[in-house]
């Protein structure tokens, strides 16, 4: 699996929708994107339609294409994986649907969640979140710079060695902070969506996590 240090989920606000999101986080130098179409249910075809063109911009700009939940779009479409929150299927059930070719990320709140994962054969962890966020319902609760120091030393102990993901309410301010803690690299949303510049945005923050 390509190493990816910053990574960008879509959403959708007034202004931009979930492909204007995804054009300007590319333009801005992100080459790791998740579909993510959280809100109303659509219809497939609708569904279908969006991943289709939100896999065309990242393969135009080399980039990675994940799809949230929906292990049968990723590979009805061949997208290059699957992200997995604690309510979807198990990661050893999609692994036998897709097989060793997808990659296949999990979401992971404490240092057991990551262990869990890991030792199911996910590729990456999503943890958080490192704040509350308005992007997310359901929240398991905030990690904060401690929370994710905690979890990466108990993964150091334990010889668990898997992509760690900072997710969850990082602003631009945080990115710095956040990637002394150990991990591997953090994912964002709103900071993006909700700037001024996008793309500008989303620049700073990759030149922050190199």
Request: contains cysteine; aromatic residues 6%; glycine residues 10%.
């Amino acid at each position: 699996m390509r190493r990816v240090r910053l990574q960008y989920i879509s959403h959708q606000t007034q202004e931009h929708s979930y492909l204007d999101g995804i054009r300007m986080a590319l333009e801005g130098g992100c080459r790791w994107v998740q579909l993510r179409m959280k809100g109303e249910p659509r219809p497939d075809d609708d569904s279908m339609a969006l991943a289709l063109e939100a896999q065309r911009l990242c393969r135009e700009h080399d980039a990675v294409f994940i799809i949230d939940d929906d292990v049968a779009l990723v590979k009805a479409i061949h997208a290059d994986g699957v992200h997995l929150g604690k309510r979807d299927i198990s990661i050893e059930a999609a692994r036998k649907i897709l097989g060793k070719q997808y990659i296949i990320g999990g979401t992971a709140n404490t240092f057991d969640d990551v262990k869990a994962h890991y030792e199911a054969g996910a590729d990456y962890i999503g943890c958080g979140p490192f704040r509350f966020t308005t992007t997310k319902k359901g929240l398991s609760p905030v990690l904060g710079l401690e929370g994710y120091r905690r979890i990466v030393e108990q993964m150091h102990t334990e010889g668990i060695n898997i992509p760690i993901v900072a997710i969850g309410g990082i602003t631009e301010q945080d990115v710095t902070a956040i990637m002394q803690t150990g991990v591997s690299g953090i994912a964002v949303s709103g900071a993006v969506l909700n700037a001024d510049n996008p793309t500008e945005a989303m620049r700073r923050m990759g030149e922050l996590t190199n």
